[in-house]
């Protein structure tokens, strides 16, 4: 569970500091990182439009919780543990204030369905209290992960919690298997060709996705493509928007272009400068998903 150091700014004063390791290999079906952000902001001058992704995680707020505000709204502060499902549209801004510590735990992509028998429709574009959505079991997870201050003792104390849920779980079956190719290529993949193989027609893994992701897998697999294509400009600053929208399937750089617009709600270079303005620095792992990545 080893991590990478990346040395911070001379002057950062309200720079993100961020952690993130893989799951032990037994979870690793179930869970996809383990994340930590700390920070120290003395008034809401970081704003974060939130575009659509394919991320489902759970998050907890040690300090000052994240402000949200949905288009023409305020800002309203989030709920001490969270549970988010897929971002399906943008059009919400995170706003960050005080003295920032959360802990996330993010999930395969039919993880937390898996898990807990959730039914993921309802977690489409929302942040639900967490005590709302697992009454029984968060509340000693939330209680032990505060506890603690070390990232990697709230790793451990939530290895722990996930693993005596296991025995519960939904087996791992050819969905499963089909989401989780999708996630990791990027959407690269053709689903009808893994759902012949597999031996399970269209419609069976339509009906699946909508019940243990929240989408179906053609919108899924548009939005792994499109974090995907972001994640590659962040390795690759020098590379071409063409260059990348070739790499990530697209059919070229107007395609690309269309796609951020619907998902981000804008160019995908005016996405990435907007996050490159978020001063942070990192220890992360190699595997790091979230788009404050693009800060580093």
Request: net charge positive; glycine share 8%.
């Given at each position: 569970?080893?991590?990478?150091?990346?040395?911070?700014?001379?002057?950062?004063?309200?720079?993100?500091?961020?952690?993130?390791?893989?799951?032990?290999?037994?979870?690793?079906?179930?869970?996809?990182?383990?994340?930590?952000?700390r920070a120290d902001f003395k008034s809401i001058h970081v704003i974060r439009a939130l575009n659509a992704r394919p991320d489902q995680f759970m998050e907890f707020y040690f300090r000052e919780p994240y402000l949200v505000r949905e288009k023409g709204l305020g800002f309203s502060a989030t709920p001490t543990?969270?549970?988010?499902?897929?971002?399906?549209?943008?059009?919400?801004?995170?706003?960050?204030?005080?003295?920032?510590?959360?802990?996330?735990?993010?999930?395969?992509?039919?993880?937390?369905?898996?898990?807990?028998?959730?039914?993921?429709?309802?977690?489409?574009?929302?942040?639900?209290?967490?005590?709302?959505?697992?009454?029984?079991?968060?509340?000693?997870?939330?209680?032990?992960?505060?506890?603690?201050?070390?990232?990697?003792?709230?790793?451990?104390?939530?290895?722990?919690?996930?693993?005596?849920?296991?025995?519960?779980?939904?087996?791992?079956?050819?969905?499963?298997?089909?989401?989780?190719?999708?996630?990791?290529?990027?959407?690269?993949?053709?689903?009808?060709?893994?759902?012949?193989?597999?031996?399970?027609?269209?419609?069976?893994?339509?009906?699946?996705?909508?019940?243990?992701?929240?989408?179906?897998?053609?919108?899924?697999?548009?939005?792994?493509?499109?974090?995907?294509?972001?994640?590659?400009?962040?390795?690759?600053?020098?590379?071409?928007?063409?260059?990348?929208?070739?790499?990530?399937?697209?059919?070229?750089?107007?395609?690309?272009?269309?796609?951020?617009?619907?998902?981000?709600?804008?160019?995908?270079?005016?996405?990435?400068?907007?996050?490159?303005?978020?001063?942070?620095?990192?220890?992360?792992?190699?595997?790091?998903?979230?788009?404050?990545?693009?800060?580093?």
């Amino acid at each position: 569970m080893g991590v990478r150091h990346v040395q911070s700014p001379a002057k950062a004063p309200s720079a993100i500091q961020i952690r993130q390791v893989s799951p032990h290999p037994s979870l690793r079906r179930i869970v996809a990182s383990f994340g930590e952000r700390r920070a120290d902001f003395k008034s809401i001058h970081v704003i974060r439009a939130l575009n659509a992704r394919p991320d489902q995680f759970m998050e907890f707020y040690f300090r000052e919780p994240y402000l949200v505000r949905e288009k023409g709204l305020g800002f309203s502060a989030t709920p001490t543990s969270v549970l988010v499902g897929v971002t399906s549209a943008p059009g919400k801004d995170l706003g960050f204030v005080g003295q920032i510590e959360t802990f996330t735990i993010r999930f395969q992509p039919t993880g937390l369905a898996r898990l807990f028998g959730l039914p993921m429709t309802e977690t489409v574009d929302q942040g639900l209290a967490l005590s709302d959505v697992l009454q029984k079991q968060a509340p000693g997870l939330e209680a032990a992960l505060a506890k603690s201050t070390r990232f990697e003792d709230r790793v451990a104390i939530a290895q722990a919690w996930i693993a005596g849920w296991l025995d519960q779980s939904r087996p791992f079956d050819e969905v499963d298997q089909i989401a989780c190719l999708l996630a990791k290529t990027g959407g690269k993949v053709s689903i009808s060709r893994l759902a012949d193989r597999a031996g399970i027609s269209a419609r069976q893994v339509q009906r699946r996705f909508l019940r243990d992701v929240g989408v179906t897998p053609k919108f899924y697999g548009r939005l792994t493509r499109f974090d995907a294509a972001l994640a590659a400009r962040h390795r690759s600053p020098l590379q071409t928007w063409a260059q990348i929208a070739a790499e990530a399937g697209y059919a070229d750089e107007a395609h690309l272009s269309r796609e951020a617009r619907a998902l981000c709600g804008m160019t995908p270079q005016t996405f990435v400068e907007n996050m490159q303005a978020i001063s942070t620095f990192a220890v992360t792992g190699p595997e790091m998903s979230d788009l404050f990545k693009c800060a580093i």
